[in-house]
């Protein structure tokens, strides 16, 4: 036992020196930043480790980046083709999804050919104006969350790829959105259709495409993003529609990420799960998780016993008014207590 801690604690300490070594590359997932706001033609000019000091172009992140990093890109407008170069990587939004679009009528938004697996992963962006959005060759990422409209094919699968696609939308795609043998699409709404679990082919109600605006009409309320740097500050404009990709993403994934009243199930597309989510008409899955976190338990007990106690509720919209009659009280207390360690379908 004494040798084997030994032995141990000498790894340890050479894996610190080897660490030390620009020739050795450890095992440090790192976080790598996407900014549209510096200067495009000088990657190396920058860390990529902050917002601020991001790189010019994602592709610039994915060269950096290796395996089990995660790229956030931050908002904006980014003319590139991708190449994933087989890494296992996530690349994802910061705040607002970015738009990825086409240099020009004959590019290739993202390719994966080079041995792709699941944990290489794609999601929270929009792809849009690519001859082909997507194109997997022989690799099997994983692609969620993404917004894909208005390109000429949205995803092109061959030679034994097996893409998985969920919680996505696939619209205004000239000729196919989702071409090829081999992809499995769950929980998306794809406008010619494409059979899998919790696939919809109903307008998904997007605010102005082609005018890049691409999130969901709704009722409740569409975000707007005010500001996003020293805090996220979100505005709403209200719709006469609602999309029916509301709440349509897969019922077991955790909705917290998206702001209440987020219906407890997260939305198709680019801003599904994400603070800027359309806001649901639908209800929280369950009253008495006051806290929104998918569990009833001591979180909203305290909240309950506090606004009872002081006579008032302290939260917007009185969450602790559990059966809405004006009152914290014990009715309230009641409820609470018959749903105690209640849990989402999701938790
Ligand atoms: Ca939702
Ligand atoms: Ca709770
Ligand atoms: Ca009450």
Same mark, same amino acid.
């Given at each position: 036992m004494c040798r084997l801690t030994t032995i141990v604690v000498a790894l340890t300490a050479c894996a610190i020196s080897l660490c030390a070594w620009p020739q050795f590359v450890c095992a440090i997932d790192e976080e790598y930043h996407v900014n549209i706001d510096n200067d495009f033609d000088v990657c190396q000019e920058f @860390?990529?480790?902050?917002?601020?000091? !991001? *790189?010019?172009? =994602?592709?610039?992140?994915?060269?950096?980046? !290796?395996? +089990?990093?995660? =790229?956030? /890109?931050?908002?904006?407008v980014y003319h590139e083709e991708l190449d994933f170069q087989g890494k296992k990587i996530r690349i994802t939004s910061g705040s607002a999804p970015p738009i990825i679009a086409a240099p020009d009528p004959n590019a290739i938004g993202v390719t994966f050919?080079?041995?792709?697996?699941?944990?290489? /992963?794609? @999601?929270? /962006?929009?792809?849009?104006? *690519?001859?082909?959005?997507?194109?997997?060759v022989g690799t099997s990422p994983l692609i969620e969350h993404v917004t894909v409209a208005e390109n000429n094919v949205g995803l092109n699968s061959q030679f034994g790829s097996s893409p998985y696609v969920r919680n996505s939308i696939f619209w205004f795609n000239g000729s196919d959105d989702i071409f090829g043998i081999g992809p499995v699409v769950e929980y998306s709404c794809i406008e010619n259709g494409y059979a899998g679990t919790g696939n919809i082919t109903d307008d998904p109600l997007m605010e102005n495409p082609f005018a890049g605006e691409y999130q969901l009409l709704s009722e409740e309320g569409r975000a707007i993003l005010i500001d996003d740097f020293d805090e996220l500050i979100i505005e709403y404009e209200f719709d006469q529609d609602t999309s029916p990709c509301i709440d349509a993403g897969d019922p077991f994934d955790n909705p917290t990420d998206e702001w209440q009243p987020s219906g407890g199930r997260v939305n198709m597309g680019a801003y599904g799960n994400t603070p800027l989510a359309s806001l649901s008409l639908n209800p929280w899955p369950n009253p008495a998780d006051i @806290?929104?976190? !998918?569990?009833?338990?001591?979180? %909203?007990? +305290? =909240?309950? /016993?506090? @606004?009872?106690?002081?006579? +008032?509720? *302290?939260?917007? !919209?009185?969450?602790?008014? $559990?059966?809405?009659? %004006? *009152?914290?009280?014990?009715?309230?207390?009641? $409820?609470l207590m018959d749903e105690w360690l209640w849990e989402a379908i999701w938790f």
């Amino acid at each position: 036992m004494c040798r084997l801690t030994t032995i141990v604690v000498a790894l340890t300490a050479c894996a610190i020196s080897l660490c030390a070594w620009p020739q050795f590359v450890c095992a440090i997932d790192e976080e790598y930043h996407v900014n549209i706001d510096n200067d495009f033609d000088v990657c190396q000019e920058f @860390s990529g480790l902050s917002r601020e000091d !991001g *790189f010019p172009s =994602i592709q610039c992140a994915i060269d950096e980046a !290796g395996d +089990y990093d995660t =790229i956030f /890109v931050w908002p904006g407008v980014y003319h590139e083709e991708l190449d994933f170069q087989g890494k296992k990587i996530r690349i994802t939004s910061g705040s607002a999804p970015p738009i990825i679009a086409a240099p020009d009528p004959n590019a290739i938004g993202v390719t994966f050919f080079t041995g792709e697996n699941n944990e290489c /992963v794609l @999601s929270h /962006v929009i792809l849009a104006g *690519f001859e082909t959005a997507i194109l997997c060759v022989g690799t099997s990422p994983l692609i969620e969350h993404v917004t894909v409209a208005e390109n000429n094919v949205g995803l092109n699968s061959q030679f034994g790829s097996s893409p998985y696609v969920r919680n996505s939308i696939f619209w205004f795609n000239g000729s196919d959105d989702i071409f090829g043998i081999g992809p499995v699409v769950e929980y998306s709404c794809i406008e010619n259709g494409y059979a899998g679990t919790g696939n919809i082919t109903d307008d998904p109600l997007m605010e102005n495409p082609f005018a890049g605006e691409y999130q969901l009409l709704s009722e409740e309320g569409r975000a707007i993003l005010i500001d996003d740097f020293d805090e996220l500050i979100i505005e709403y404009e209200f719709d006469q529609d609602t999309s029916p990709c509301i709440d349509a993403g897969d019922p077991f994934d955790n909705p917290t990420d998206e702001w209440q009243p987020s219906g407890g199930r997260v939305n198709m597309g680019a801003y599904g799960n994400t603070p800027l989510a359309s806001l649901s008409l639908n209800p929280w899955p369950n009253p008495a998780d006051i @806290s929104f976190d !998918g569990t009833v338990d001591l979180d %909203d007990y +305290y =909240i309950l /016993v506090e @606004s009872w106690l002081a006579g +008032y509720c *302290f939260e917007e !919209g009185c969450e602790a008014d $559990i059966n809405k009659d %004006d *009152f914290v009280n014990m009715l309230d207390f009641s $409820i609470l207590m018959d749903e105690w360690l209640w849990e989402a379908i999701w938790f």
